[in-house]
């Protein structure tokens, strides 16, 4: 009768291992399937036509030197764009190195006002094709390509970011 009872306890403590077991894995499981998906932070920015029509699109930012360096580099999907600040109104210019998909690229002023724009292709070696921009610029939203075609995008266009 010992051993039998001994047997006993041994299946139920496997079987409390087992449940507690299961349940580690199961709030493990529950905790990572309600942690938030990692990806890019996008801002609201609002594009305004010289007709007054206002579209908002969804876009990263790139504010500091690093984050306008490495730009949309390396990346072989693109389903939003990225709004490259800068501290002062310049001669923007822009390159695709190690960019791999084509974008369309729009500067703006200091005011937000429409400055111009370029179709970019892809480049991932020396040398590379530069993109200036017409007149001095504070920001450039690089887009996927065919944005600015299929949007009507150029003069009397303003940005709010």
């Known amino acids: 009768m010992n051993s039998l009872s001994g047997i006993g306890r041994v299946v139920a403590l496997l079987l409390i291992g087992v449940c507690g077991i299961a349940a580690c894995f199961w709030i493990i499981g529950s905790l990572l399937s309600a942690a938030p998906a990692t990806g890019p932070a996008l801002h609201p920015l609002t594009l305004v036509s010289p007709g007054g029509q206002e579209t908002t699109l969804q876009v990263e930012w790139a504010t500091t030197e690093p984050e306008r360096e490495l730009g949309l580099m390396n990346r072989t999907t693109i389903d939003h764009g990225m709004l490259f600040i800068f501290d002062a109104q310049q001669q923007l210019t822009f390159w695709m190195k190690n960019t791999l998909v084509p974008l369309d690229v729009m500067y703006f002023d200091e005011h937000g006002a429409f400055v111009s724009a ?24 690089e887009m996927p390509e065919g944005f600015a075609a299929q949007n009507g995008i150029g003069k009397g266009w303003i940005i709010h970011p």
């Not at 370029?118 to 939203?141: E, F, G, H, I, V």
């Open 118 to 141: 370029a179709q970019m292709t892809p480049c991932t070696a020396d040398p590379c094709a530069l993109y200036p921009s017409r007149q001095a610029a504070k920001y450039a939203l």
